[in-house]
């Protein structure tokens, strides 16, 4: 079974701290995920992975970075924690298939998340 | 990404059969229509992909119809621990893409 894992179920810090949330998948994916999900919003991307040290912009990505040094562990960095970044955070993984038509998108899987408060 | 459109609610009971349907008018021919289970305080869980007409595993089914506009996930005998949000995605065909997953089906069964 692919394991996703995640630092922290519940994390509370104060406005301004610099926060690490850490995910580290065990199924040698390529392709990792940040996502945070807000009632009513779905889930959001804020960066992903397809290799280690290479990073792409989600749909989200102010107020956040990334780090990727190993191919199984992708950090999600809030470099001065303001209380909008209150949220569920969700890392996912999934491996890279052989694409193109004819071959099926790869399934993600998640981690439990990581529930943020920021005071 | 081609945008879904799924109730957003939907109540049943115990050992009903639940069929959630999700539309998708401008699906592109490399999509496929794939669904996520999220359960409370978990994260979104992969349960059943397809490309056309019928697939169907342990879990659920899959009803998609030749022009690929909509599709119908079945679940069989609901019991209460399938309460849960159910996600309907498009998909490409491309690995590396990200998922943007909208509002979802908010399924409660009842005894």
């Known amino acids: 079974d692919v394991k996703v894992t995640q630092s922290s179920r519940y994390l509370v810090k104060r406005t301004g701290e610099k926060v690490f949330l850490e995910c580290v998948q065990d199924?040698?994916?390529?392709?990792m995920f940040w996502y945070r999900q807000d009632p009513g919003l779905g889930l959001r991307l804020i960066y992903f992975s397809y290799d280690v040290k290479m990073k792409e912009k989600g749909d989200i990505p102010e107020g956040y970075s990334v780090s990727r040094e190993k191919k199984e562990r992708f950090s999600l960095i809030l470099e001065s924690a303001s209380t909008n970044q209150t949220s569920m955070y969700l890392c996912a993984s999934s491996p890279t298939g052989a694409g193109g038509p004819g071959g099926s998108p790869d399934t993600q899987y998640f981690g439990p998340g990581t529930r943020l408060t920021v005071l | 990404l081609a945008k879904t459109t799924q109730p957003i609610s939907m109540d049943s009971y115990e050992g009903q059969e639940v069929n959630i349907t999700c539309s998708h008018n401008n699906i592109a021919t490399n999509d496929y229509i794939t669904w996520y289970q999220q359960f409370p305080s978990q994260g979104p869980r992969f349960i059943i992909q397809g490309y056309k007409t019928k697939v169907t595993n342990e879990v659920a089914s899959l009803f998609i119809p030749a022009d690929r506009k909509s599709s119908t996930l079945s679940l069989p005998r609901v019991s209460l621990s399938d309460t849960a949000v159910y996600y309907c995605?498009?998909?490409?065909?491309?690995?590396?893409?990200?998922?943007?997953f909208g509002s979802g089906t908010r399924l409660q069964v009842q005894p």
């Open positions: 199924m040698d994916h390529e392709n």
């Open positions: 995605l498009v998909v490409p065909d491309t690995g590396r893409r990200a998922l943007t």
